[in-house]
């Protein structure tokens, strides 16, 4: 079955720190797709990236990176120097290539990781 | 460019009241469309999706339905709403049978009183 972790519920920085959320999936599918996105205060989930599985090329957009292992099921984020603005809660999803062509492409989310950047 | 409108944006009902909650997407055509709910939990469940007009799979069975009347709308409706019924609920939208990823509404919050 298909599943994503994300086992840190709240995290608390202080600005310019660097910070890592964490993502584990499963999957039995060897296509699939992972995404993260953004959740401000505001409420609305923002997309931020989207790796597939045949792609492990690890990622650098400003400040924030993102590391793709299949050897361990990984995909973390991390953003570099973090800012207040970058408070908010992060998910990551799944995809397999089945749900993309077959259920409407659903994706399955993690539980979110809450991060809070103090002044 | 593509956006997604929802509205209201907030709305507070009594227990059993009926419910409607609209999301409208412009700028595309022919999207797969999905509603969300969010609880207090915070997790991310998909309630319904659409590949087209009034082809609707539901995810979880519950007291909710959606209907899709038009290409670029989706609505989510109940009869009589349960305290449970509380919540944040997402539109969103994927391009088609060659996109991946979502985009979200800018939500409603529903409290069921």
């Known amino acids: 079955a298909q599943k994503v972790t994300q086992a840190q519920t709240e995290i608390s920085v202080v600005e310019k720190e660097d910070v890592t959320l964490d993502c584990v999936y499963e999957t039995r599918d060897t296509t699939y797709y992972l995404f993260w996105y953004k959740q401000p205060p505001s409420g609305e989930l923002v997309f931020l990236i989207r790796?597939?599985?045949?792609?492990?090329q690890n990622e650098i957009s400003g400040r924030y990176s993102w590391n793709f292992q299949k050897s361990t099921s990984s995909f973390n984020f991390t953003i570099t120097a973090s800012q207040v603005v970058d408070s908010a809660v992060y998910f990551c999803a799944l995809s397999e290539e089945y749900m993309i062509y077959n259920q409407g492409g659903k994706l399955i989310f993690g539980q979110g990781t809450e991060l809070s950047v103090k002044p | 460019s593509q956006t997604i409108h929802q509205w209201p944006a907030t709305l507070v009902q009594p227990v059993g009241s009926p419910l409607s909650l609209e999301c409208t997407v412009e700028?595309?055509?022919?999207?797969?469309l999905y509603w969300y709910r969010q609880a207090a939990g915070r997790g991310l469940q998909l309630l319904f999706y659409?590949?087209?007009?009034?082809?609707i799979s539901s995810e979880v069975p519950q007291n909710l339905s959606a209907s899709r009347p038009q290409d670029r709308q989706f609505i989510l409706s109940s009869k009589k709403l349960l305290l449970s019924d509380s919540g944040f609920y997402l539109c969103?939208?994927?391009?088609?049978?060659?996109?991946?990823?979502?985009?979200f509404g800018p939500g409603t919050r529903l409290t069921v009183t």
């Open positions: 790796r597939n599985s045949f792609d492990e």
């Open positions: 659409s590949v087209g007009i009034g082809q």
């Open positions: 969103a939208w994927r391009k088609g049978e060659f996109s991946y990823e979502q985009y």
């Open positions: 700028g595309t055509s022919n999207p797969n």
